[in-house]
């Protein structure tokens, strides 16, 4: 029977190159039965694969797909299925490459497989089932030998999808910093890079960045400019709140700016963001000043950050001849904002600082810009505030700040859930509460504990009791947790 099977296949197979795939497709679909050898199966299969997507014959490859499907025990026969959906998406037919992938994961899910999927599922559109088929991809290939390159991959795939979304910030960055990037494409290596500057841990952002700093190195690339410029961008964001360990990788990666006047100014406003953190009090708003006259760009922000210091007015220190309009880079323009706010608030102009304060909000919510400390600090200011409309504002921005990590605000996130509490927000005041107890800042589960506390008696003067008695039940928890802490520090 054997040979006989061997005779069908081989004379089907002459079919295909001598006549064409009109005439070799009923011929190979005469072999493909249930009772067939799965050697002999997979290789029928595939002959009628081939001569379908040659067709363009999507009902035929639905057909023989779902035949792919059942075979079992087959070889390795990925690379060819690869090439077939390369061949589909070359050639619009979507559908049929998503049907095709689709059998195969059916047929032995392995992390290629899985991979393949999620790349078909993105090209049909389905973004939300290619991020669950890389996830499984990833899963599978770190138990899988030889398959760490589909791993990293995967993990990029998804970080990628994640980086316009503050909200799954979190999300991003345990994919990103999971990712093991030796050996991985310059293109993984920066999106890898990217999620990992979104920890709230610094030595996770400085791996982030020793990534941009080896895709620097190679600064005649498109791609190595766009890591310098990135690791600057990252700086600039974080400002004073730059902590050394990243600025040592920021310096290594700027070094590698080819233009000698650009790398030695660019290097010398990193030196001044430094000396601004390291410095108090008057020292300080020299300091800032400083940085203004290295850095043109970014006066406005100068004479907004000595008017928080000094009370003095925004723009009474001199004109910068270079320096007309506001920051155009999106992190300056946040830290603008933010430093625009926290004076409009001083001087009793709360629609100026609810406009700032609102503008802010849509950058941060746009995804992909540092948030740098004015911005927390206005936030925090909006908060006290006795008028309606920049209290609001403030909430709202506070709302977008907490959804996602960033680098801790001045002052801890104890003093932000405080500050929410008392304006009324005691929802986002938890949120607050937890990050700071994440952060083991100082009595934070006594905090968190006496908020959810307040938060379940309000709930039940309002009726929701399981949501109560769940607050409360909790509230109880972390406080009986913060007794204990209290007595072994004594």
Known sequence: MKFVDDIGLGAAQKLETAVGPFVALPAYKRLLVRTAEPSFAARAALGALRCAVRLGEEREIEDIAAYWSTLSGSGPHLPAILELCRQLARFGRKSAALTLAGAEVEREESARALYLLGRMLELTGDGDGAFVAFGKAAARADAEKGAADVAVASRARRVERLLGDRTTAALAVADAASADPAGAPPDHKLVIALGRLRSPSRFVRASGLSLLEELGRDPTTSLGRLAIRLAAEHADALGDALTPLEADRVAATLRHVPDDAARENALARLAAAQAIAASRGEAQAEAITRAGELAPEIFPLVCRARAALTGGGQGDYGPSPSASTEPSS?????????????????????????????????????????????????????????????????????????????????????????????????????????????????????????????????????????????????????????????????
């Open 330 to 490: 999106p992190s300056l323009r946040l830290a603008s904002l933010g430093l625009a706010a926290y004076v409009a608030l001083g001087k009793g102009r709360p629609r100026e600082a609810a406009e700032a304060l609102t503008e802010a909000t849509d950058l941060v919510t746009s995804g992909g810009v540092g948030v740098a400390p004015p911005v927390w600090t206005a936030a925090r200011a909006a908060l006290g505030s006795t008028e309606p409309l920049a209290r609001a504002a403030g909430v709202r921005l506070c709302e977008v700040l907490l959804s996602g990590p960033s680098a801790a605000p001045p002052g801890g996130h104890s003093a932000f859930a405080l500050a929410l509490a008392r304006a009324g927000r005691t929802d986002l005041a938890v949120r607050a509460a937890r990050d700071a107890v994440t952060g083991k800042e100082s009595s934070a589960r006594a905090l968190l504990g006496s908020i959810l506390r307040e938060q379940g008696w309000a709930l039940a003067a309002a009726g929701q009791r399981e949501l109560a008695i769940a607050a409360l039940v909790e509230a109880k928890e972390h406080l009986a947790a913060a007794g204990k802490d209290g007595a072994r520090g004594r």
